[in-house]
């Protein structure tokens, strides 16, 4: 019996040997070969595999460094930098080792029913060594070839979604999460990771409500500890940002009561205490609970963000110099996140910027968050840009300053006024407590005058006169008279640093801010009280010069903001304070337009009421019509390039001194076409064309119809006012014309603008009461309110200021000149600019008569220069720059994008031979100026 089961056991044994070798050695397609490449696929490959994976995706969120002033990633995979290289895991042998697992399969595997599960693999392995690219191609593959099993599909979709994330090509991942979303229904479970991706997807996108939803469900699906954890702060934290404050509460102490890591417990319970307090309104009990925190070692790593937490809670109350305070304490003990000390470091620019108006220590604070936020930073170039265009949004809060206390000081009774005005012409030096310091640190005084001099030893060099004569007559030679600032080696400096020097005369000067440079540089202190009196808006005419001032600077900020900064929420800000002061103004239009764009993406109901405000309120004006056709834009675009062309060819027909058949189009365009931004140079030259061939009367009539139908035109209106002066000072010569303009270089003026030396005193004196008469419209136009002239910040693209100028080796040069220009250049030499240079003419003599400034064409192949000049210092050409740089629409009859302005020295101009020593120059002056 023994001995036939022993048989038995040996047959059994060796068919099943035969089995397997056949399995194994056979890939014909059949039943046993099926089942046993699923045996082996299963457990030998794929269980494997994901065992490695799991416990890599372990490591990951171990070695992740978290960053908890931020919204969490909902799940993690490798960094890329800008090139979308992996910076870490590309090298990981355990990863090398699920490829391997995964091409056995699919080469040896084939009949088994693991290759779905094998391409996922390999793009998951793909995934986490930071590959991407190839990721995204093999979970293209499974949804192309597997779309019938419903596992690997919804799975696949999630990675190739979650791979074109990580690369930033958030429109395809949304077309394949709008698919998976579609088909989620048919998956009964593991819906978790799915959901966690949708959420990311609407975390990317800022539609935080829907993201919240997303994470609800993947919460209550998923089985996973870890990740139901870390959900779950990210559940608070899009609560905290959709100011549910007590669901986030909810979540944070869920957070707290959880195996979560010590960081993110720290965190939950320091998001905790802010929150409670802020729902009981209990602002020392928060402070308090705060600072106990501090008395934990274990919180020792994490002292930085308790100070930094209580500066935010005293920032809140308004306590700004007590805030100050702790940010700084903040950065002081933040040892290990540099993240968190660049954080105190923006706090404490922004502080000082908005709150305390100390734009110089601002601008310190702002150079010092640059320089420790990494660049990955949510509103990093916002914050570069902030910093680098100080200037600009430092000049409006200056005006907006400078009105408010000049409004303040006129609605005292007059007998007040004269005390405040000379308080503020003589602060009071202020003593500050230790440590609550708020200008930077002071270097120490090495001697001092009188009984108040320093004890020091007479070997010390600043204790002995004779050294000092003899090393300031060794400074002089080398470096002449030099004022003591800041980067006094500098002849010329960079426009950040000529802020930081006017910031800090300002500052040195106290509290007067807001005064007038020249009113508070005046020695006589009566006329400086005096001429401060004599600005205050004392009528309701002069203080509604002075609201518009505000008001034009408001607008300015939020639109710099919003255009340049691409910084909405602290537009909507500006906006909202904007018609928080001034319910009535002229930028209403303007403002509700941007305050619906801004809402658009985040609040419908928000946008709805704007966007009605608009074609309601104002259904004429170009915003109303782009609300109603988006293409709009595109035609106004085109309507231009048409209304410049046909400019151009009347402007020809001038040049071939056709003035009939100038006058005819110009006459016929009015009839035909409504009024254009090129309206006012169309009828100057109908005007000239008509002094070429009729009588003064006619010349005069056609100039004062110019005045009085463009009082507002800052280009043509000045030039004509300017014409009618000459033609008054010169009545009897042109009124014994039969033409009132003789022969003349169409390219030129016909009028010499320079007054003459002596007045014409042979006019009889009914002819020149008569000419008065026609000249009476300039007047009329001159009563008006004169505004301060709005620059849009868009239109600047010359005078930007850099934060710090690139030291690189350059053909160019920063030295003092004797000679600038202002130059326009064109990247077409193709186009034709006559009649761009006949406009730059018109400002000229419209804006700068009697200053000879002249304007002519360097051409190269592929550029044209339009170059004006001759302007003897930087500055003068910089002032020109600012007024015709917003006049260059109306000038330039070319497309915008073809031309940009900028200023130079004519030892730079003179090494400008080609479009590559243009673009380098340009970069130069980016840099430098």
Not at 718 to 744: C, G, M, S, T
Request: charged share 20%; proline share 4%.
């Amino acid at each position: 019996m023994k001995n036939y089961a022993v048989r038995n056991l040996k047959i059994i044994l060796f068919s099943l040997c035969v089995c397997i070798i056949y399995a194994c050695g056979s890939q014909k397609d059949n039943a046993t070969t099926r089942s046993m490449q699923n045996l082996t696929a299963r457990y030998n490959y794929i269980y494997n595999s994901n065992v490695i994976l799991n416990t890599h995706q372990q490591e990951l969120a171990e070695s992740y460094v978290e960053n908890y002033d931020q919204i969490l990633p909902v799940y993690l995979g490798p960094a890329v930098d800008d090139n979308f290289i992996a910076q870490d895991g590309a090298g990981s042998k355990s990863i090398d080792e699920v490829i391997k697992k995964a091409q056995v399969i699919i080469l040896e595997k084939n009949y088994s029913n693991y290759l779905d599960d094998a391409y996922i693999l390999l793009g998951k392995a793909q995934f986490f060594k930071g590959n991407y690219f190839n990721a995204t191609e093999y979970f293209d593959y499974t949804t192309k070839n597997y779309a019938k099993i419903t596992k690997s599909y919804i799975e696949a979709l999630n990675w190739k979604a979650r791979s074109l994330m990580q690369v930033k090509r958030l429109t395809e991942a949304k077309l394949v999460l709008d698919t998976l979303a579609y088909n989620i229904a048919g998956l009964k479970k593991n819906t978790s990771e799915p959901l966690a991706t949708l959420a990311q997807m609407s975390i990317y996108q800022h539609k935080y409500a829907e993201a919240i939803d997303y994470l609800k469900q993947a919460i209550k699906t998923s089985n996973n500890g870890q990740h139901k954890t870390r959900w779950t702060y990210i559940l608070a934290q899009l609560s905290e940002q959709q100011k549910n404050y007590k669901e986030a509460l909810l979540s944070y102490r869920k957070v707290e009561k959880s195996n979560a890591p010590f960081e993110m417990y720290f965190n939950a319970n320091l998001n905790r205490i802010k929150l409670n307090a802020l729902l009981s309104g209990k602002k020392v009990n928060k402070q308090d609970e705060l600072l106990a925190l501090l008395k934990d070692d274990k919180n020792t790593d994490y002292n930085d963000q308790v100070y930094y937490q209580i500066a935010e809670s005293l920032s809140a109350d308004g306590d700004f110099d007590k805030a100050q305070k702790y940010y700084r304490l903040s950065i002081q003990k933040s040892t290990k996140n540099p993240y968190q000390k660049g954080l105190s470091y923006l706090k404490i620019a922004d502080l000082n910027f908005k709150q305390l108006h100390d734009y110089l220590v601002a601008k310190l604070y702002y150079d010092s968050a640059v320089n420790t936020l990494p660049k990955t930073y949510p509103g990093y170039e916002v914050i570069l840009k902030k910093n680098q265009n100080l200037e600009y949004l430092t000049q409006r809060y200056q005006i907006i300053s400078k009105e408010d206390t000049l409004q303040a000081i006129a609605r005292l009774p007059e007998q007040e006024r004269l005390a405040k005005i000379q308080a503020l012409l003589n602060p009071v030096e202020k003593s500050l407590a230790p440590g609550q310091g708020q200008a930077p640190p002071v270097p120490p005084v090495f001697y001092e005058s009188g009984n108040n001099k320093a004890q020091v030893s007479k070997t010390f060099y600043f204790s002995n006169a004779a050294a000092i004569s003899t090393g300031y007559s060794e400074f002089k030679k080398k470096w002449g008279n030099r004022k003591l600032e800041n980067n006094w080696r500098q002849s010329i400096r960079s426009s950040a640093q000529a802020t930081t020097q006017e910031i800090a005369n300002v500052i040195n000067n106290g509290d007067t801010t807001h005064l007038n440079q020249n009113t508070a540089a005046a020695t006589d202190k009566d006329a400086a009280v005096k001429a401060y009196a004599g600005s205050l808006p004392t009528n309701p005419e002069l203080l509604a010069r002075s609201n518009q001032k505000i008001i034009d600077a408001y607008y300015e900020i939020a639109s710099f903001y919003l255009q340049e900064l691409n910084d909405p929420e602290e537009a909507e800000e500006i906006y909202q304070i904007l018609l928080n002061r001034f319910p009535a103004n002229n930028q209403l239009a303007a403002t509700y337009y941007s305050l619906f764009l801004i809402a658009k993406n985040k609040d419908q109901a928000s946008a709805n009421t704007y966007k009605n405000k608009v074609l309601k309120e104002y259904p004429n004006t170009v915003y109303a019509k782009i609300i109603l056709d988006p293409s709009f834009s595109l035609k106004q675009t085109e309507l231009e390039t048409a209304i410049n062309k046909q400019y151009n060819d009347i402007f020809d027909q001038y040049q071939k001194k056709d003035f009939t058949g100038v006058i005819t189009q110009v006459s016929e365009s009015q009839k035909a076409n409504q009024e254009n931004y090129l309206s006012a140079q169309y009828a100057y030259l109908k005007a000239i064309s008509t002094g070429r061939t009729a009588d003064l009367s006619a010349l005069i009539t056609e100039f004062n119809t110019i005045v009085v139908a463009y009082p507002e035109d800052k280009l043509i209106t000045p030039l004509v006012k300017e014409h009618l002066v000459y033609i008054n000072a010169h009545l009897a010569e042109f009124q014994n014309r039969k033409i009132a303009l003789p022969d003349f270089d169409p390219a030129d003026s016909p009028f010499n603008t320079r007054q003459a030396s002596t007045p014409a005193t042979d006019i009889p004196v009914k002819q020149a009461e008569q000419i008065t008469k026609q000249v009476e419209p300039i007047k009329e136009a001159e009563k008006g309110v004169q505004q301060a002239e709005v620059v849009p910040p868009a239109a600047v693209n010359a005078e930007k200021p850099s934060a710090k100028p690139a030291k690189v080796e350059s053909i160019f040069s920063t030295a003092t000149s004797t000679t600038y220009y202002y130059v326009v250049n064109v990247a077409d030499a193709a186009l034709t600019l006559s009649s761009s240079r006949f406009g730059i003419g018109q400002f000229n003599r419209g804006n700068y008569s009697g200053a000879n400034l002249k304007h002519q064409l360097k051409e190269f192949d592929n550029d044209q220069l339009i170059y004006v000049g001759n302007f003897s210092n930087f500055d003068d050409a910089k002032t020109y720059a600012e007024g015709i740089t917003p006049q260059l629409k109306q000038i330039m009859k070319v497309p915008a994008n073809l031309y940009t302005g900028f200023i130079i020295s004519k030892e730079n101009f003179d090494k400008l031979t080609s479009k590559d020593l243009i673009n380098k120059y340009l970069e130069f002056y980016k840099n430098n100026y």
